[in-house]
DNA sequence: CATTTGACTTTGA
DNA sequence: TTCAAAGCCAAAT
């Protein structure tokens, strides 16, 4: 397979169900790479916005989104939280997803 | 071909 | 408990 890793992640993420979210190192596992969740990032960074992946259901392992220092900041947190409640995710009051029900 | 970077994770103090 | 530093992998330059 010339599937860059890219591709592999970006299927994952594509596959991951609404109401669900992914850390990154456990996408990384699932590919084989249990250390690889920087590069996981690294393929998200790419952002390939037409395969409108659904990065925002991928959080960090503590359920907290991811910080996204690109662009310095910003997407909007309220941005990401629309996006997770649209999918039918819950908030916990500290600001994190409830990885207990979202994470598979 | 070698170096740098980057949406993370884990461990140490 | 919270803060800081190191480690790792793959792509881009």
């Not at 960074?45 to 991928?58: G, I, K, Q």
């Not at 991811?66 to 409640?85: Q, S, W």
């Amino acid at each position: 397979m010339d599937k860059g890793f890219f591709e592999q992640v970006y299927d994952i993420v594509a596959e991951i169900p609404a109401g669900k979210v992914m850390s990154y190192g456990q996408i990384a596992e699932l590919l084989g790479h249990p250390r690889g969740a920087r590069t996981v990032g690294w393929a998200m960074r790419s952002c390939p916005d037409e395969l409108n992946l659904p990065w925002h259901r991928v959080v960090k392992k503590d359920g907290s989104l991811a910080p996204y220092m690109t662009l310095g900041v910003n997407f909007g947190d309220d941005i990401r939280r629309h996006l997770l409640e649209e999918d039918g995710v819950e908030f916990l009051p500290d600001g994190r997803v409830d990885m207990e029900q979202h994470q598979l």
